[in-house]
C-alpha cells in the first residue's frame, strides 16, 4: 500500500507525523523521504531511507522496488514537481499535514483542489492540523470553514513539549516515551489504514471517479466552440450541441482517453446537462425525493432526503462552474450576482427557492441552497399517516380557522411551517377573499379568490425594492378578508399585529421561534425592528390583543416534523403574556 504525507508549504511537521505514523503501523514498513529533515531509529522490520534530488521518471521504478519489499510504503512530499504529483494520483491514500496557519491552509486547500480536479477519491483523502493549540493560530472553526472535507476529532494534533524536544534529539515518541495524546492519536490513524484495502487498479473503466476528468476536459472544450443563442428553439440547440459532442468525444478517443459505450451514453447526458440544465446538480433537480440541495462550494453537495442530510459524491469542476450555474438561475428574474452583490434569493422555474451567496462573504466557495417546491401538496390524511399531527388537533385547527382566529405558526427552520400554514389555509371558507403575501412564492392555496403578492430586492442602482412590510400596507387597501404572510422576521410584524387588530381576523402567518414563549419575545423585537421607540407593555397588549393561536413545529433529529404544541394566548398578566396549552 502507498501513503503520501504531503504539504506544499515546509514547517508542518509532516516528518514529526509521518514518521512516527510508520513506527505505529508496525514491520513492513518502508518510509521514504526527498529531504534531510530528521533522522530516525526504528525497530525491527521497518526501514528508513533518503531519495536525493528529483526522482522524475524514475519514482514508478523506486517505489516499485519498495512496495514489493515492504507491505506499506510511505512517500513523504511536497507535492509540487509533476512527479510528485504523479505519485500523490498514484497512492491508496493521501496524507495531508498542515498547522493552523492561513499558509498552511491555503497549501492543503491547494493541494485537495488538485486531487478533485484529477477524480481522486474523497475517502481516501486525510488531514491532520498538527500543532493546533499554536499561539495566533486560526481557530477550529475558521480552518472547517474552508477546508471541503471535514476533520475528525483525532485528526488534531496538539503541540506536545515532549513531541519539540523528540523531534531535536531525532527520536520517535513512540519509542520510551509516556502515551502522550499526539501518540495516542497517531495510533487511531495507523489502526484506520489497516482496514483500507489498496485501490483498485485506476485503469479500470466505467468508475464515477474515473468519468470526471474526462468529463470536465470535454465540458472545457464544448465550451470553448458553441456559442449559445438564448433565442434559439431547445431541440435545434440539443441537436447542435449533440453533434458537437460526438466530435469531441471522438477526438478525446483518438488522443488515448478510454470510455465503453455505456460511459459514452452518461458522459452525452451529464455534458447536455452542464450546458444547457443546472450541470451537477441537474438531476438532483428532478429526484422528486430529494427536498433541499446545498452546495458548499465545488468540492461538497449535500442533500436532505427523508429529513436527513447526506452528502454526495458529485463535485463541479471548479468555483467558477457553481458560480456560472448560480447566474444561469438568477439572470432570467432580472437579478443579478457579484462582488457588489454578494447574495442572492431567487427561484427556479418550477417554485423551488434558491438562495446563493459567494465570495468574499462565503469562505467554502460559491454556496448554493435550493429548497425544493413539493409537486404533491400534502395533506391533513398525510401528516396522520406521519404521525406529525393528530386528527383531534386537526378538527380543533378547522374550527379555530372557520371562526376567523389569528394565528402564528411557529417553528425553527425546515421545522415544516410553510407546509403547516399551507394545509391550515385551506380551512379557509372558499368564499372570502385572501391577499397572500411571501419573500419567495412558496405557498400554494387552493381557493379561487387569491391575489398574491411578492416582495422584490432593490436593483443596480439599489432603488425599487418593495419590502414585505409595504406589500402588508398595500394588502390593507385591497379589501381583503383574511392576510396570509408566508413569513414574518422584521418590522412588519408591527404591520401585521395592527391589521389582525383592526378587522382583518382569521389572518395566518408563520415566525422563527422554538417554543411559544420564545416567539411573544421575538414579536416584541420585531416589532422594534419597525423603528418607532414603542414601550414593551404597549407592545405586548397589541400581541394579546392580536393573536389568539400559537401552533409550534419542530423537526426531530431522524428528520421527522411534528406539531409539539397548541397554545391559546390569553391575556397580558403583569409584565408577561399569558399562554393557556390546549395541545
Same mark, same amino acid.
Given at each position: ?101 492561513? =499558509?498552511? #491552509?491555503?497549501?492543503?486547500? $491547494?493541494?485537495?483542489?488538485? *486531487?478533485?480536479? !484529477? +477524480?481522486? %477519491?474523497?475517502? @481516501? ?34 503541540? =506536545?513539549? #515532549?513531541?519539540?524536544?523528540? $523531534?531535536?534529539?531525532?527520536? *520517535?515518541?513512540? !519509542? +520510551?516515551? %509516556?502515551?502522550? @495524546? ?34 470536465? =476536459? ?5 465550451? $470553448? ?359
Amino acid at each position: 500500500m502507498l501513503i503520501s504525507i504531503a504539504s506544499i508549504a515546509g514547517g508542518t511537521g509532516k516528518s514529526s507525523v509521518g514518521l512516527n505514523l510508520a513506527a505505529e503501523l508496525g514491520v513492513g514498513v518502508t518510509y521514504l523521504q526527498t529531504n534531510t529533515v530528521m533522522k530516525a531509529s526504528f525497530k525491527e522490520g521497518l526501514s528508513f531511507e533518503l531519495l536525493n534530488g528529483d526522482l522524475g521518471a524514475k519514482w514508478l521504478q523506486v517505489l516499485e522496488s519498495k512496495i514489493k519489499q515492504k507491505y506499506y510504503t510511505l512517500v513523504e512530499l511536497e507535492g509540487k514537481s509533476a512527479w510528485e504529483q504523479e505519485i500523490l494520483l498514484k497512492s491508496d491514500l493521501v496524507l495531508l499535514v498542515m498547522t493552523p496557519t492561513i =499558509e498552511h #491552509l491555503r497549501g492543503t486547500q $491547494e493541494l485537495i483542489n488538485f *486531487l478533485f480536479r !484529477h +477524480g481522486y %477519491p474523497r475517502k @481516501r483523502i486525510k488531514v491532520v492540523c498538527n500543532r493546533y493549540r499554536l499561539k495566533r493560530g486560526l481557530e477550529d472553526d475558521e480552518i472547517l470553514a474552508v477546508l471541503p472535507i471535514p476533520l475528525a476529532r483525532w485528526q488534531w494534533l496538539p503541540e =506536545e513539549a #515532549l513531541l519539540v524536544e523528540a $523531534e531535536k534529539r531525532g527520536q *520517535l515518541l513512540s !519509542h +520510551g516515551q %509516556p502515551k502522550l @495524546r499526539f501518540v495516542s492519536q497517531i495510533r487511531r490513524l495507523a489502526l484506520e489504514i489497516t482496514e483500507i484495502e489498496p485501490m483498485i487498479n485506476q485503469s479500470q473503466e466505467g468508475t464515477r471517479a474515473d468519468l470526471y476528468p474526462l468529463r470536465f =476536459e470535454a465540458h472545457r472544450l464544448l465550451v $470553448e466552440r458553441v456559442v449559445i443563442d438564448e433565442s434559439e428553439p431547445r431541440e435545434h440547440l440539443e441537436k447542435r450541441l449533440s453533434g458537437e459532442i460526438s466530435v469531441i468525444l471522438s477526438e478525446l478517443r483518438g488522443a488515448g482517453r478510454r470510455f465503453g459505450k455505456d460511459e459514452e451514453v452518461v458522459l452525452r447526458k451529464k455534458l447536455l446537462d452542464d450546458v444547457l440544465g443546472l450541470g451537477e446538480i441537474e438531476e438532483l433537480v428532478r429526484d422528486e425525493t430529494i427536498s433541499e440541495i446545498m452546495v458548499n462550494g465545488a468540492n461538497q453537495i449535500y442533500v436532505e432526503k427523508d429529513g436527513v442530510l447526506k452528502l454526495t459524491d458529485r463535485r463541479f469542476p471548479n468555483d467558477d462552474e457553481v458560480k456560472r450555474i448560480i447566474e444561469r438561475i438568477v439572470s432570467p428574474l432580472g437579478r443579478r450576482i457579484d462582488e457588489s452583490s454578494p447574495a442572492v434569493d431567487a427561484r427556479l422555474p418550477d417554485g423551488s427557492r434558491v438562495h446563493a451567496i459567494i465570495p468574499p462573504l462565503a469562505l467554502n466557495g460559491p454556496t448554493l441552497t435550493i429548497r425544493k417546491f413539493s409537486k404533491g401538496l400534502l395533506s391533513t390524511d398525510d401528516l396522520l399517516k406521519n404521525g406529525s399531527i393528530t386528527s383531534e388537533m386537526i378538527t380543533y385547527l378547522k374550527e379555530a380557522v372557520q371562526t376567523r382566529k389569528n394565528i402564528i405558526v411557529s417553528g425553527g427552520t425546515g421545522s415544516g411551517k410553510t407546509t403547516l400554514l399551507n394545509i391550515v389555509s385551506g380551512f379557509i371558507p372558499p368564499n372570502e377573499r385572501i391577499v397572500c403575501i411571501e419573500d419567495s412564492a412558496e405557498l400554494n392555496l387552493q381557493q379561487d379568490h387569491v391575489i398574491r403578492l411578492e416582495s422584490r430586492p432593490a436593483n443596480v442602482e439599489g432603488k425599487g425594492k418593495v419590502s414585505i412590510r409595504d406589500l402588508v400596507r398595500h394588502a390593507l387597501r385591497m379589501r381583503p378578508d383574511r392576510i396570509v404572510v408566508g413569513e414574518v422576521r422584521g418590522g412588519e410584524a408591527l404591520d401585521m399585529l395592527q391589521a389582525m387588530n383592526t378587522g382583518h381576523n382569521g389572518s395566518l402567518t408563520t415566525a422563527h421561534a422554538n417554543s411559544p414563549e420564545d416567539l411573544i419575545l421575538r414579536l416584541e423585537t420585531m416589532v422594534l425592528m419597525a423603528g418607532y421607540d414603542l414601550p414593551s407593555k404597549a407592545i405586548r397588549e397589541q400581541i394579546a390583543a392580536a393573536i389568539d393561536l400559537i401552533i409550534q413545529t419542530v423537526r426531530r433529529a431522524d428528520g421527522s416534523r411534528k406539531v409539539t404544541s397548541i397554545k391559546k394566548v390569553l391575556s397580558i398578566s403583569g409584565e408577561k403574556i399569558k399562554l393557556a396549552t390546549v395541545f
